[in-house]
T-cell receptor, first 114, second 111 residues
Framework: KAGVTQTPRYLIKTRGQQVTLSCSPISGHRSVSWYQQTPGQGLQFLFE???????NKGNFPGRFSGRQFSNSRSEMNVSTLELGDSALYLCASRSGPGVGSEQYFGPGTRLTVT | EDQVTQSPEALRLQEGESSSLNCSYT??????LFWYRQDPGKGPEFLFT???AGEEKEKERLKATLTKKESFLHITAPKPEDSATYLCAVQAEEYGNKLVFGAGTILRVKS
């Protein structure tokens, strides 16, 4: 069974631009979560989608948004990029949003903002 | 106050030298505690889920245990390939269903 895939793997953008990252979950998984990982803040939750609906949201500004499609694939968008947005963005999928179900992570997208 | 705290921040072991990593949490209504391993430049790899105090799970040289306020990841006779960052995360009523991660423990095993 294929794992979680994320594209692109690496991205370099300029301040003020916007970026869209993509995530394909494990086949059969309907819940997708996004995380930002930085050396200073560690792994921080951005949001979770299930059945095309946002179920949970972390403490990030409105510049960070996401969506999920009917095939469970998900995208996240960051508008008006800032230098501090440079990070590893991780996507994780699980079978559903219920209690205790394990999340499986993709390899991440390394975003560098210059 | 950090709700999930991992210690030590970094640990250096000789090959074969057993040790334990700690994950303590202050949340109430724990729904699950998760351990992950992360290699540099990669996404976290799922290791274990623990649900209730007293539960234990094992995988190769790793054993995870859970008490009411902390979890331990015991590493028996580690090998250099066990070198990685080990992350714990909790799922709790006060967080909804999202995972809250600790900062991780960087483990280096020297041969």
């Amino acid at each position: 069974k294929a794992g979680v895939t994320q594209t692109p793997r690496y991205l370099i953008k300029t301040r003020g631009q916007q970026v869209t990252l993509s995530c394909s979950p494990i086949s059969g998984h309907r819940s997708v979560s996004w995380y930002q990982q930085t050396p200073g803040q560690g792994l921080q939750f951005l949001f979770e989608y299930f059945s095309e609906t946002q179920r949970n949201k972390g403490n990030f500004p409105g510049r960070f948004s996401g969506r999920q499609f009917s095939n469970s694939r998900s995208e996240m968008n960051v508008s008006t990029l800032e230098l501090g947005d440079s990070a590893l963005y991780l996507c994780a999928s699980r079978s559903g949003p219920g209690v205790g179900s394990e999340q499986y992570f993709g390899p991440g997208t390394r975003l560098t903002v210059t | 106050e950090d709700q999930v705290t991992q210690s030590p921040e970094a640990l250096r072991l000789q090959e074969g030298e057993s040790s334990s990593l700690n994950c303590s949490y202050t949340v109430s209504g724990l729904r699950g505690l998760f351990w992950y391993r992360q290699d540099p430049g990669k996404g976290p790899e799922f290791l274990f889920t623990l649900y209730s105090a007293g539960e234990e799970k094992e995988k190769e040289r790793l054993k995870a245990t859970l008490t009411k306020k902390e979890s331990f990841l015991h590493i028996t006779a580690p090998k250099p390939e066990d070198s990685a960052t080990y992350l714990c995360a909790v799922q709790a009523e006060e967080y909804g269903n999202k995972l809250v991660f600790g900062a991780g423990t960087i483990l280096r095993v020297k041969s």
